[in-house]
Structures are given as structure tokens and as C-alpha cells.
């Protein structure tokens, strides 16, 4: 059974950082695009991050585009975010995703990805 499990979520003082992982399992990710999407309270969730199968090519959000990393270790079977810098408005319950599209144009619609995981809160204190 194809598996995305996220970790690394918790509270953090603004300016902080922290790393996010998500754990995959059961399916052969190591071919897939992986993403990271983010839902703050109240809102849509929104794209943040996609790292291409070969882990080479990266989009990342304006939003956090200088703060944000996104990597992956496919020997590891694992993606990462990591998040530096964090301020109030980047809590949000954080999501990896997979996807098998090829369309990066796409990337930013939550319909383009295939396998979403449960999520994990992110709470960034002023």
C-alpha cells in the first residue's frame, strides 16, 4: 500500500527553524515528483515546494522562496522541508504529496497529485 507519512511538525518561536520529513513507503516514489503543500486555519491548502524524481530540478512558493528547502534522499525513500526563518504566518498543517505528472505548470493545483499524506501542524509563536 502506497504510504506517505509527514514528522517534524511541532511549535517553534518565530525565527526558528525546523525540518519536516515524510517517510514513503509501498509504492515506487523514488520515480514520482514529491511536493509539499501547506493548509493554514481557515484556508486553502497551498502549494509550497516540488522536487523533480531525480531530485535536480526544484519550484518552490514566493512565500517562501530564501526559507524554504526542499530535498529528498531517495536511498532514504525520504522527503524533506526545510524550514528556516519561520514567522506566524506559515502555521499550517504541512502535507507531502506525489505526483506522476510531468506538467510542472500544474504542480500548484491540488488535483495534480496523486498520493497526499496526513499531515503534520507546524505552530510558529510571535
Known amino acids: 500500500q502506497d504510504q506517505l507519512v509527514e514528522s517534524g511538525g511541532g511549535l517553534v518561536q518565530a525565527g526558528g527553524s525546523l525540518r519536516l520529513s515524510c517517510a514513503t513507503s509501498g509504492g515506487t516514489f523514488s520515480n514520482y515528483v514529491l511536493g509539499w503543500f501547506r493548509q493554514p486555519p481557515g484556508n486553502d491548502r497551498e502549494f509550497i515546494a516540488a522536487i523533480s524524481a531525480s531530485g535536480t530540478d526544484t519550484a518552490v512558493a514566493d512565500s517562501v522562496k530564501g526559507r524554504f528547502t526542499i530535498s529528498r534522499d531517495n536511498a532514504k525513500n525520504t522527503l524533506y522541508l526545510q524550514m528556516n526563518s519561520l514567522k506566524s504566518e506559515d502555521t499550517a498543517v504541512y502535507y507531502c504529496?506525489?505526483?506522476?505528472?510531468?506538467?510542472?505548470?500544474?504542480?500548484?493545483?491540488?488535483?495534480?497529485?496523486?498520493?497526499w499524506g496526513q499531515g503534520t501542524q507546524v505552530t510558529v509563536s510571535s
Open positions: 504529496a506525489a505526483t506522476t505528472g510531468t506538467d510542472s505548470g500544474t504542480y500548484i493545483n491540488t488535483r495534480a497529485w496523486d498520493y
